[in-house]
């Protein structure tokens, strides 16, 4: 017996699944959009490295050489 | 009808509900005002928003007003169920389940608020979230069914949106940002009770005390114009303040005389010069409220528009 994958709720529910997917799309681009803003509105990307607990030596104070 | 015929109807035809049913939850025609004086409170600030936060911000206000749409229709479907304009809605229809609405009520609640202040800050997510409270708790749950004041104490969850956009922009609140809530506070009670004058409500019937029905018709005429007189005074002194200017003060002043005038045309008739007409004069300062309000944040929108043009 063949399986039937389009179960009747399907066909049913499609408007409303699409609406769901949609929404949850637009919610995607909000954080992305919200993200690509909030960075770009930081100026200096270092100010992020300070919290990657990575070494980076380009943001540690120069000495002065002497 | 009674409950085991309506039971019956229901398990005979199930009915579907579609995303259409949901977004009514929210009560879209609600979510308009909001999202115009919202977006007016933002632009009029001082300071400048970035287009996409802006955006982002005016979404979340429009979707905390809508879940506090649906909160309300969670708790009221059995009023709803009782009158006429409101019996068609999706619980009462019978497509959606009260506890779908309440579920989404607060998880659009907690999504709206905790993106406004993530996206701008914890003042205008603060405001958001006291809105939804106010709208919800105290005019929905608590005073609704309490005192005939409703409206009154309803209109000022109505009126912090321009507030929330003028935060979202600011970080804070100012003399600007309370007038505008006190524009849109003193403009509710006249506006809806000039249309309770003219049209037959069964809120009575469905438990909900309105002052035409509790205090009589003669004491919401005295009502329209007691409130109207302090709008008044509120309208005209927005357009002192640094978001005022000429354009403001010239449609304030014209729509405060027009508005006044209505009122006291209310208030100076009788019942029986009222139905004689066909309650004409109600009908048209009704209609005067509806672009008292547009064309009072219009006239704002315009002054901060020529500030920004250098003009």
């Avoid at chain 2, 996409?52 to 879940?67: K, P």
């Avoid at chain 2, 003028?166 to 009770?193: D, N, Q, R, Y």
Wanted: proline share 4%; net charge neutral; charged share 15%.
């Amino acid at each position: 017996m063949a399986l039937k994958v389009e179960h009747e709720i399907h066909q049913r529910r499609r408007g409303r699944n699409t609406g769901v997917g949609l929404l949850l799309l637009g919610f995607l681009v909000i954080v992305f959009g919200l993200t690509v803003v909030k960075v770009l509105q930081l100026g200096d990307a270092r100010q992020f490295e300070t919290y990657d607990h990575v070494a980076r030596p380009q943001i540690i104070p120069q000495e002065d050489s002497e | 009808m009674s409950d085991l015929s309506l039971h019956e109807t229901v398990s005979e035809t199930p009915v579907e509900a579609q995303l259409g049913d949901y977004f009514a939850l929210l009560k879209p025609r609600v979510m308009t005002l909001v999202v115009f004086t919202a977006l007016v409170g933002m632009i009029v600030a001082p300071g400048s928003v970035h287009p996409f936060i802006g955006f982002v911000a005016i979404l979340c206000i429009a979707v905390g007003g809508g879940a506090s749409g649906a909160l309300n229709m969670w708790w009221d479907a059995d009023i709803d169920a009782r009158m006429r304009r409101t019996a068609k809605r999706p619980i009462p229809g019978g497509r959606v389940e009260a506890g779908e609405a309440l579920a989404l009520g607060l998880a659009l609640s907690g999504f709206s608020v905790v993106l406004l202040g993530l996206a701008t800050n914890f003042l205008a997510a603060g405001l958001l979230a006291f809105t939804i409270f106010f709208y919800v708790v105290i005019y929905s749950i608590w005073l609704k069914r309490a005192t005939p004041q409703n409206i009154v104490i309803g209109g000022a969850a109505g009126a912090f949106p321009p507030m929330i956009g003028w935060a979202v922009a600011t970080g804070g609140i100012s003399v600007e940002s309370v007038l505008m809530f006190l524009l849109v506070f003193m403009w509710t009670p006249p506006h809806f009770w000039a249309l309770a004058l003219f049209v037959k409500s069964d809120y009575g019937d469905a438990g909900v005390p309105m002052l035409t029905e509790t205090h009589g018709r003669r004491a919401t005429r005295n009502h329209v114009l007691a409130y109207c007189l302090p709008l008044v005074v509120v309208a005209l002194g927005l357009g002192v303040t640094p978001i005022g200017g000429w354009i403001y003060l010239a449609t304030a002043v014209v729509m405060n005389i027009w508005f006044l005038k209505g009122c006291y045309e209310i208030w100076r008739r009788t019942e029986a010069q009222a139905e004689a007409d066909n309650y004409k004069v109600e009908i048209r300062t009704f209609k005067i409220s509806l672009y008292y309000l547009f064309a009072h944040f219009g006239a704002l929108w315009i002054e901060a528009a020529l500030r920004w043009g250098g003009l």
